[in-house]
């Protein structure tokens, strides 16, 4: 596998030269100062590139070039943005970026409810809990009629959440959830944030499964002049909340996908964390069945409970078979006579880095590294057993 970690760009705590310490020798990185819909220029592209490679990397994956809420819900200046994401894709296949991911996540991008959850070992991980998620949505946003979409031991949890917590932690919670994550690429005041879901309300998963294939309809025949990819990532978490449709939570999602847009070029990020926090995807299976259209790999590992809420685990624990994994996707690898790039994903905040501001959660620098090392030992060692 090409081993990569993913780069916030020159503002970014986590430098280039970091990164090339930690092992890898490409990032994944986006263009996040240039507004959304707007176009990638060339010009800007080259000059990005050409400081990646001063470090003695290269750019191998774009993560991501937005799909903008116009796009997903077909509104307003929709189609001038779908315009402008052809010519963005042609910029990119231009300096030799070949692989694309995006989402097409209504409104938010991936979602957490804990950025600094503490772990036994004095690290912290992000988490999902549907207790606080549910707190959000039914206290704070107060939602209509959101009640209605959590068993009742959740909302009793919820409940006992708001009657106890502190104003501080109540706004951490809002923030955590509709201020954007890393990667992100829109964040909400809380009235701005009820707007946006409102504009779902008549889309639902089917009409929403409609808009994907209409987009990639548009722009995959760019994407396969222009010699670039899109691998769509999964949702995250893969599951229905706020009342939004989730189109790209399983296998089967996976199947529709590639059937109604029948391209090489279209295809998916594996991200084994997303995938891997429902118990009906079977992962290793999935990479059997959908190999030939994983163009971009995220390995990280998720801890489930029994009511869904899940933590980030290390990334050789929690529920994902990494080392069986990793085998069927070099396996794949073989198959495509094609390396694949893949990154570590979403570190613990640990170390020296416990000491210092949480500008991007999940991607501090050591428990990156860690995740990585990790990861690279599995991959030497199948190298070994395969090569004997």
Known sequence: MIQTMRWYGPKDSVSLRDIRQAGATGVVHAMHEIKNGEIWTLEALEKRKAEINAEGLDWHVVESLPVTEPIKTRTGVFEQHIENYKVSLQNLGKIGVNVVCYNFMPVLDWTRTQLTFPLKNGATALRFDWALLAAFDCFI??????????????????????????????????????????????????????????????????????????????????????????????????????????????????????????????????????????????????????????????????????????????????????????????????????????????????????????AHPGYTAIGRLKGLAELRGVIAGIQFMQSR
């Open 141 to 358: 946003l107060k939602r209509k009629d959101a009640e209605k979409d959590y068993k009742e031991s959740i909302m009793v949890d919820a409940k006992q959440f708001m009657d106890t917590a502190s104003n501080v932690e109540k706004r951490k919670l809002e923030s955590a959830i509709v201020a954007g994550l890393p990667g992100a690429e829109e964040g909400y005041t809380l009235n701005a944030f009820q707007e946006a879901l409102d504009n779902y309300a008549a889309i639902d998963e089917t009409k929403a499964q409609e808009h994907l294939k209409l987009f990639l309809n548009a722009v995959l025949p760019t994407a396969e002049q222009a010699g670039v990819a899109m691998a769509i990532h999964p949702d995250d978490p893969p599951h229905v909340f706020f009342g939004l449709p989730r189109i790209m939570s399983k296998a089967s999602d996976v199947a529709r996908l590639l059937k109604d847009n029948n391209s090489a070029f279209n295809g998916i990020t594996f991200c084994t964390g997303s995938f891997g926090a429902r118990a009906d995807n079977d992962l290793v299976q999935m990479v059997k069945d959908y190999g030939s259209h994983i163009h971009f790999i995220h390995l990280r590992s998720t801890k489930c409970e029994a009511n869904g809420s899940f933590y980030e685990d290390n990334h050789l624990e929690g529920d994902v078979p990494m080392p069986a994994v990793i085998y069927e996707l070099q396996e794949i690898e073989m198959q495509r006579s094609k390396q694949l790039p893949m990154r570590p994903d979403h570190g613990h905040q640990m170390l020296d880095d416990l000491k210092k501001p949480l």
